[in-house]
């Protein structure tokens, strides 16, 4: 069954650094979204992506926040400068469509600012 | 702005024994309603989604969920549970309009099935 990939699993920086988070969405899927956790704490909307551009972000995304679909397989959620508060785990998930369709989600990467 | 209760941050149940998670609800118009799963150490899994259509919704592992409009609930049920199903459950919602994306969730119910 085709799975939604993420890399890496757990990365740790300081903060003030910039990380890229990898999502590989299932193949023939055409929306894509990013979801965090913090810990102890409900799963929080970031971002969806559809054609090329956003199509729909919380609060949360601010200017630190980016993504980018630079190939036709991967996805990526880029934070430029890190806070203590970033930490959290970051989820991306994957849609055929938007309307009813089900979003199937990756293991995550836990992120870690130090 | 949509949101998700779920009431119970624990449910404790017998192996063998019906369960049940509860979810409310509350978005504009109707909703789209989904159930996930969470193992340790895994990411969020489907088990079963509301659109329209008949109220009770069956999905994986012998899982099922009723949606009550009146009631504005969701709640996951399991006629005989399993020790394997304890896991953490969320349950979330989506606002049925045309550029709407996003699942807002609910804070989480920990099921513990024990032999």
């Known amino acids: 069954e085709p799975e939604v990939t993420q890399t890496p699993s757990h990365q740790v920086t300081q903060m003030g650094q910039e990380v890229i988070l990898r999502c590989v969405p299932i193949s023939n899927h055409l929306y894509f979204y990013w979801y965090r956790q913090i810990l102890g704490q409900k799963v929080e909307f970031l971002v969806s992506f559809y054609n090329n551009e956003i199509s729909e972000k919380s609060e949360i995304f601010d200017d630190q926040f980016s993504v980018e679909r630079p190939d036709g397989s991967n996805f990526t959620l880029k934070i430029r400068s890190t806070k203590l508060e970033d930490s959290a785990m970051y989820f991306c998930a994957s849609s055929e469509k938007r309307g009813t369709d089900t979003q199937y989600f990756g293991p995550g990467t836990r992120l870690t600012v130090l | 702005a949509q949101s998700v209760a779920q009431p119970e941050d624990q449910v404790n149940v017998a192996e063998g024994n019906p369960l049940t998670v509860k979810c409310t609800y509350s978005v504009s118009g109707n909703p789209y309603l989904f159930w996930y799963v969470q193992y340790p150490n895994r990411g969020l899994q489907f088990l079963l989604k509301?659109?329209?259509?008949?109220?009770l919704v069956k999905g994986s592992y012998g899982f099922e969920a009723e949606f009550n409009k009146s009631q504005t609930s969701f709640h996951l049920k399991k006629p005989s549970a399993l020790v394997s199903d304890s896991a953490l459950y969320f349950c979330?919602?989506?606002?049925?309009?045309?550029?709407?994306?996003?699942?807002?969730f609910g804070t989480g119910t920990r099921l513990q099935v024990t032999l």
């Open positions: 509301y659109i329209t259509g008949d109220n």
């Open positions: 979330a919602v989506r606002a049925n309009t045309g550029t709407a994306s996003k699942l807002t």
